[in-house]
């Protein structure tokens, strides 16, 4: 990444294929987010010692490589070619992990993220959850769209985090035809707020539905959007590039 290995203080990276992002100014630091493609490869990071955001969706990522990078605090790795989440297991501080739409057949390389507060594995080829027993802040859980058969399973497998978890999604899952699975889930976790998309309050089908809008469904090809997270509304508009 020739073109951005000199910006140390970067803080937020977005590299993702066709769309244009933003120039922006975040904690006073000045961080540049390019419409560029990786090709299906993560290398040269080891610069960026302060990055805490990285958002690189659609690049036919096939192998997690976050060399060495010890801030992240947020990564997505939608709709790549993942198969195993692998090289997520030394960046304790993650908080949000975003994997939907991979190919990933086990939950695996997370018991040491103690910080992980959301985690979005839909989509994938999941049978069963593991490796996050442990886990105790765990508010956010997407596992819809998935082939887990049983909601015994969930119970163990977020044993850490049954007081903490508010919203949770297993639709289009085996399990999610079970008997009484709202009534279930409500046991389990007795302090959860949304079920999947027909229970609670919300309508949601992505975590990221909060902040970027669905942008496939919104847009044809070769169309050009402007995305402003959350974290970044209320800075003056005149310092985006468009």
Not at 102 to 109: D, L, M, P, R, V
Not at 204 to 212: A, C, D, N, R, T
Request: proline share 2%.
């Amino acid at each position: 990444m020739e073109e951005i290995d000199h910006l140390h203080e970067l803080q937020i990276l977005e590299l993702a294929g066709r769309w244009k992002f933003s120039v922006s100014r975040h904690k006073l630091f000045v961080n540049f987010c390019f419409s560029i493609e990786v090709g299906g490869v993560m290398e040269n990071l080891q610069n960026f010692t302060k990055l805490q955001e990285l958002w690189l969706g659609r690049n036919r990522i096939k192998v997690i490589n976050l060399c060495g990078l010890s801030c992240i605090k947020k990564i997505s790795l939608q709709s790549n070619r993942l198969t195993s989440m692998i090289g997520l297991e030394e960046c304790n501080a993650l908080e949000e992990i975003y994997l939907s739409h991979n190919g990933i057949a086990k939950t695996e390389g997370l018991s040491k993220l103690v910080n992980l507060r959301v985690l979005d594995v839909s989509s994938n080829k999941l049978t069963s959850v593991d490796d996050i027993q442990n886990l105790t802040r765990l508010e956010d859980l997407w596992l819809n769209d998935n082939r887990i058969e049983s909601l015994e399973d969930i119970a163990e497998g977020v044993s850490g985090s049954r007081e903490k978890l508010t919203t949770i999604y297993l639709e289009n899952n085996p399990c999610a035809q079970s008997p009484n699975y709202n009534a279930t889930l409500k046991q389990i976790f007795p302090n959860i707020q949304q079920i999947d998309s027909e229970y609670g309050n919300g309508n949601i089908s992505s975590p990221l539905l909060s902040e970027v809008v669905s942008l496939d469904m919104l847009l044809g090809e070769n169309r050009v959007l402007e995305v402003i997270p959350n974290s970044l509304k209320g800075i003056n508009h005149d310092m985006f590039i468009y």
